[in-house]
């Protein structure tokens, strides 16, 4: 299975109901993927609008309107999505992102991998709200976050995006376990046509949906769309944050997200250390912190230039980590090569 495949069924496992996209490298593969096999499933729909900007804005009419849904891009397309991106902000109305990487700026290096748009997932989008980020490391977690992305963001009304890259998006992996059972999703909300008028504005509202400007429900609306922020992480407490491998009395840390998963894994074999995967990158596990505090040594490993996942560690918890093998050439990390890199590290 590939990642985008796990993405796929995801979507299926949570009762999709129409999945948009505008064709991009590596995303694609999705909704190739869905278009297909609406055939087995004909409640569903797939369709391709004539740009991204139209992607996401026919998403949250969508949405609007009861149906669940995903839209997928890359980081270009991502980029073209932000301003509905902040409409979900502040309309509420839940959208699910598939943002699947490839090394940029610009039209980067379309057919190879990168982690550069971490950044892009945590703070595309202008004005303050509540979002969800989640980066599965392999296909039965693409398909285990995917519906916990469909799951919180109608459960809370926000955006969600669930963060991939081009390797894991078109690697294959062999697998030798299912996903977790699946969360069956519920739309509750108000719903138009089904229910007393119903309003949704990109503008600061009242409770009726109508547009305001005074000061006080300014202030108030604003304190509620953060307040989501604390509801949204006791809420991921009931799945897996992050995961533990490795040894788990082990002193020697290691920091990873995403597809590093993989070549982690086979790198650290007879090396005494264990590997903490960030699963939930908005918001963060505060068992992080616990785990670094406990290590006399840590790296983390990343799949870009600037250590992405390192600085929101930081910012969140105050602890700056030095340590970091980073590789950004446009390909994944080699097992043996890694092997030997965190073998020196555990050395120093």
């Known amino acids: 299975m590939t990642g985008n495949q796990g993405i796929a069924q995801g979507c299926i496992d949570s009762g999709i109901n129409l999945h948009l996209a505008y064709p991009m490298t590596p995303a694609t593969g999705v909704l ?15 369709f391709q609008p004539e740009n991204e900007i139209a992607v996401a804005n026919m998403g949250i009419g969508a949405s609007f309107a009861g149906s669940k849904v995903m839209v997928g891009t890359s980081g270009g397309g991502f980029d073209l999505m932000t301003e509905a991106l902040s409409f979900a902000g502040m309309s509420e109305i839940p959208l699910v992102f598939y943002l699947a990487a490839r090394p940029g700026p610009g039209t980067g290096v379309p057919t190879y991998t990168c982690q550069a748009d971490l950044d892009d997932a945590l703070k595309s989008g202008h004005g303050e709200f509540a979002r969800l980020v989640i980066a599965p490391g392999d296909p039965i977690e693409c398909i285990e976050n995917t519906n916990e992305a469909f799951y919180l ?8 995006i669930v963060v991939s890259d081009k390797h894991l998006a078109e690697g294959e992996y062999s697998l030798d ?10 739309v509750k909300r108000k719903l138009p046509g089904k229910n007393s008028i119903v ?29 989501k922020y604390s509801e949204l992480k006791k809420e991921c407490k009931k799945f897996d944050m992050i995961k533990i491998h490795g040894k788990q009395n082990s ?8 597809s590093t998963k993989g070549a982690i894994l086979d790198a650290m074999q007879g090396i005494d250390c264990k590997f903490l995967q960030v699963l939930y990158i908005k918001p963060m596990s505060d068992e992080i912190r616990k785990e670094i505090e406990k290590a006399k040594k840590v790296v983390v490993i990343e799949n870009n230039s600037t250590g992405q996942l390192g600085r929101i560690i930081r910012e969140k918890t105050g602890i700056k980590i030095d340590s970091r093998i980073l590789k950004y050439d446009g390909r994944p ?16």
């Open 153 to 160: 963001a109608e459960k809370f009304g926000i955006p969600a």
């Open 333 to 348: 990390f080699w097992h043996d090569e890694l092997k030997k890199d965190i073998e020196e590290w555990v050395k120093k």
């Open 177 to 186: 376990k299912n996903a977790n059972k699946t969360i069956n999703i519920e």
């Open 199 to 227: 309003k949704a504005s990109s503008y600061e509202h009242d409770k009726f949906g109508n547009s305001v400007e005074d000061a006080e429900t300014t202030k108030k609306n604003a304190d509620a769309r953060i307040k």
């Open 32 to 46: 190739h993927e869905l278009a297909a096999r609406q055939t087995e499933n004909c409640d569903f729909q797939v």
């Open 251 to 258: 002193k020697n840390l290691i920091i990873g997200w995403g």
